[in-house]
């Protein structure tokens, strides 16, 4: 899923204090209007997106997606995005 740094794994504490958020969607773009950084989570773990400029990174925010990239550490360049397969 494409994240937030604020956020990580679970958007349920930020949407609990901000009704207006209803969707993971709405809350990682909210966040990232803020300041925090777009973010990866694979099984609860939350690799921190070095190229965050992708153009693919809002239109997948909130989004389970399927990506293709190099990983060093909590570190990830996402090199190909797409939407996860349901």
Same mark, same amino acid.
């Given at each position: 899923? &494409?994240? @937030?740094? +604020?956020?990580? !794994?679970? $958007?349920?504490? +930020? +949407?609990? *204090? $901000? =009704?207006?958020?209803?969707? @993971?969607?709405?809350?990682?773009?909210?966040?990232?209007? !803020?300041?925090?950084?777009?973010?990866?989570?694979?099984?609860?773990?939350?690799? *921190?997106?070095?190229?965050? @400029?992708?153009?693919?990174? =809002?239109? *997948?925010?909130? *989004?389970?997606?399927?990506?293709?990239? @190099?990983?060093?550490?909590?570190?990830?360049? &996402?090199?190909?995005?797409? =939407? !996860?397969?349901?």
């Amino acid at each position: 899923m &494409i994240s @937030d740094s +604020m956020c990580g !794994a679970s $958007h349920a504490k +930020m +949407m609990a *204090e $901000h =009704p207006n958020m209803k969707t @993971d969607r709405a809350c990682t773009l909210a966040c990232v209007k !803020a300041g925090a950084k777009y973010v990866f989570v694979s099984n609860q773990v939350v690799y *921190e997106i070095t190229n965050q @400029d992708m153009a693919s990174l =809002p239109k *997948e925010a909130g *989004e389970s997606v399927s990506v293709t990239g @190099d990983v060093n550490g909590n570190s990830i360049t &996402i090199s190909k995005l797409m =939407p !996860a397969k349901n």
